[in-house]
């Protein structure tokens, strides 16, 4: 389902559930900033513009049930992440997450906020478990620009991926689309 974007390519981008592409880690690829992501726009960018920008993804992986999306995931030489979500037909830029550095200043969770002064983020933490652990993690999210900040389980102010995409009505989860300014 097309709504479970942002736990798809959360997934895919540190567990590395894909099966195809080059790995840009033995590339010597630049640090990747929040203003670098930000600027393939959503609903407008395509599979050309990302690969002109960064090369062949690390990981690709087809998504949704009827695969109708690729998920392109770049693991850069310096520990960077990041990973782009595309219509698997039109090649269109469907949905961006980025994994800051911990030198990088949103990796502090005030920063991270700051980088976003139009944003109204709503904090939200969540618990779930599993056969061996209970997890909890936060989240910051704009239902109105569709941005969501997530945190390292338990930490309370570090960024662990800055996400966009569509907002969708009463879900935390969003489908992708074009980001609005």
Not at 151 to 169: A, C, H, M, Q
Request: glycine residues 8%; charged residues 25%; hydrophobic residues 35%.
């Amino acid at each position: 389902m097309r709504n479970k974007f942002v736990l798809i390519i959360t997934f895919f981008l540190f567990c590395g559930c894909a099966t195809k592409g080059a790995d840009s880690s033995s590339t010597k690829m630049p640090k990747v900033s929040l203003k670098t992501v930000e600027s393939f726009p959503l609903g407008v960018a395509t599979l050309k513009d990302i690969r002109k920008a960064f090369g062949e993804p690390s990981r690709e992986v087809k998504l949704g049930a009827s695969e109708d999306e690729l998920g392109w995931a770049f693991y850069a030489g310096n520990g960077q992440e990041f990973s782009f979500t595309f219509d698997a037909k039109s090649g269109v830029l469907q949905g961006s997450v980025w994994a800051p550095l911990p030198e990088q200043p949103e990796f502090n969770i005030k920063r991270a906020l700051a980088s976003f002064p139009k944003g109204h983020f709503e904090k939200i933490t969540r618990q779930w478990t599993a056969a061996d652990a209970i997890y909890e993690q936060t989240i910051y999210l704009d239902k109105s620009s569709g941005v969501e900040i997530s945190l390292w389980n338990y930490s309370d102010s570090k960024v662990e991926t800055i996400s966009w995409g569509r907002p969708s009505k009463g879900s935390l989860q969003r489908l992708p689309s074009q980001k609005s300014n």
